[in-house]
């Protein structure tokens, strides 16, 4: 069972186009987090979300805590080839320690 | 400050073998989780150690174990090895709280078995 689903799962785009990839769960998480891979290499963490509703934003990356802590969204606004890479939502939850839960992962390619 | 570090970066195995991975965190962090991270399954979480005890333990076959040492370097020991096993084996370190957890990755040890 994916407890958290992220879509899409493979995102193509122009230079310059914007664009949205979600995070969505029957569950609540005490936070979300918000990673960047690159291939042959580790996540790296771009954001922690932990109250319902709160936006935080990174540049061109603005992300999203739904109310109910069940969902997140991230937004790029004029994506560049350098936005290439594979994101990964990831869940976690109060008194299980280090353990998150990963959604598949958003496979990105900005095309110059 | 140093990053996660992970040793080795790259290991090749054949069935039936065993192997041991290292992961070494951030300074001051005490808490250290493995994940696995295949095409397939995406990212899925082996276990949790923290000062030296196992705290969390995901959905994986006793073949894969643990520890943790007193300077919160850790193993990760696979035994008799399957093909299946051959993933990205991450580990990410965290300061330990049970709020929430900003984990840091290493970059991986990628396992091939043969």
């Known amino acids: 069972t994916q407890l958290l689903e992220q879509s899409p799962q493979f995102l193509s785009i122009q230079e310059g186009e914007n664009l949205t990839v979600y995070c969505n769960s029957s569950?609540?998480?005490?936070?979300l987090q918000w990673y960047r891979q690159e291939p042959g290499e580790g996540p790296v963490l771009l954001v922690t979300?932990?109250?319902?509703?709160e936006v935080k934003k990174l540049k061109r990356l603005t992300f999203q805590f739904g109310d109910a802590r069940k969902d997140s969204s991230l937004h790029i606004t004029a994506a560049q080839p350098g936005d290439t890479g594979l994101y990964l939502c990831a869940g976690a939850r109060t008194k299980q320690g280090g353990k998150l839960i990963f959604g598949q992962g958003t496979e990105l390619s900005v095309k110059p | 400050k140093a990053g996660v570090t992970q040793t080795p970066r790259y290991l090749i195995k054949t069935r039936g073998q065993q192997v041991t991975l290292s992961c070494s965190p951030i300074s001051g962090h005490r808490s250290v989780s493995w994940y696995q991270q295949t095409p397939g399954q995406g990212l899925q979480f082996l276990f949790e150690y923290f000062s030296e005890t196992q705290r969390n333990k995901g959905n994986f076959p006793g073949r894969f174990s643990g520890r943790q040492f007193s300077n919160s370097r850790s193993e990760m020991n696979v035994s008799t090895l399957e093909l299946g096993d051959s993933a990205l084996y991450l580990c990410?370190?965290?300061?330990?709280?049970?709020?929430?957890?900003?984990?840091?990755f290493g970059p991986g040890t990628r396992l091939t078995v043969l």
């Open positions: 990410a370190s965290s300061l330990g709280g049970d709020t929430y957890n900003e984990q840091f």
């Open positions: 979300v932990v109250t319902g509703g």
């Open positions: 569950s609540v998480f005490s936070s």
